[in-house]
């Protein structure tokens, strides 16, 4: 079974841009340790509609596969990892974005330890579930608009790309009943890895039960809620990490040690994202706000 696969999903809706952006890192920060890149081009028809994207890949080792345009990242990761025989697999989405050389090396150091199952770049304590637990861990509700109309005017001021719609939704879910978030989330603190990078063995991820997401609240559930993916892997006997640029591994209950996600500048940040980003260009009062969320008493932004 070959070792490693790096595993990016290009998505054709989100253009050249995102994949440019990660080519570039790609070549400037060497991965510090054999791999193969496997490049997924979602929603892709043939190999004709991929021209654009080769021009920017040039000569660069590569191995590629067209999928569907069908569910999300995580649908694209679980598939590969079924039909792909590498010993691991580190998946990247599309907007991943490396910031270090040897980053590959340093994710991988860990993942082979003994009793260790997932690692990845970044990861959070945040919770849609805001019960009673999480006003005790100190996420901040103190001056939080009261009323509906208040909601609606803090919305229409959130300068965060795509959150009114997605403010929107939440509140349709949950008068729906669709969305019961004391039912489908744990409280605060909620460990889970964020699911922009993240590295497991082949063997590990294949115990994982993962169905067909459908919805983006589906996506949520995975990535966060009461059967998540980083629930499930503790629940194995596993250690989940997050590894920061430093190279070093914190447990899930030491995540804000790391500063890689929302918090301070995110100066230890291994790889970023589109989140990690527009954190970094709010101003503070947002950005505080964000880093509340994540971490509840223990945050920081300066």
Request: charged letters at 25%.
């Amino acid at each position: 079974m070959p070792g490693i696969a790096v595993v990016h999903l290009v998505h054709r809706r989100n253009g050249l841009e995102p994949f440019a952006r990660f080519l570039s890192s790609y070549r400037e920060y060497p991965a510090g340790v054999a791999h193969e890149l496997v490049l997924l081009f979602k929603g892709f028809e043939r190999e004709a509609d991929t021209q654009a994207y080769a021009r920017l890949i040039g000569e660069l080792p590569h191995r590629r596969e067209l999928i569907a345009d069908e569910g999300f990242d995580l649908d694209a990761y679980f598939g590969a990892a079924r039909r792909l025989e590498y010993e691991y697999f580190c998946f990247l989405n599309s907007y991943s974005r490396i910031l270090d050389a040897g980053w590959l090396a340093k994710l991988h150091r860990w993942v082979i330890e003994d009793g260790v199952g997932m690692v990845g770049a970044s990861g959070s304590w945040q919770s849609i579930n805001r019960g009673p637990a999480t006003a005790r861990q100190g996420v901040p509700s103190a001056g939080k608009p009261r009323n509906v109309l208040s909601r609606l005017q803090r919305a229409l001021r959130d300068p965060r790309p795509g959150m009114l719609r997605r403010r929107l939704w939440t509140a349709v879910l949950r008068l729906s009943g669709t969305l019961r978030p004391g039912r489908d989330f744990p409280p605060f603190p909620n460990y889970h890895l964020r699911t922009n990078a993240f590295m497991a063995a082949r063997a590990t991820l294949l115990r994982i039960r993962f169905a067909p997401l459908r919805s983006k609240l589906q996506a949520y559930r995975f990535e966060s809620g009461v059967d998540s993916m980083t629930r499930q892997v503790l629940g194995l006997g596993l250690q989940v990490l997050v590894v920061g640029r430093d190279g070093a591994g914190f447990p899930p209950e030491r995540w804000h040690e790391s500063n890689p996600f929302w918090r301070s500048r995110q100066q230890n940040l291994l790889v970023a994202d589109n989140q990690t980003d527009t954190y970094l260009s709010l101003e503070p009062s947002w950005a505080a706000e964000l880093s509340s969320h994540a971490w509840g008493e223990l945050a920081l932004h300066t």
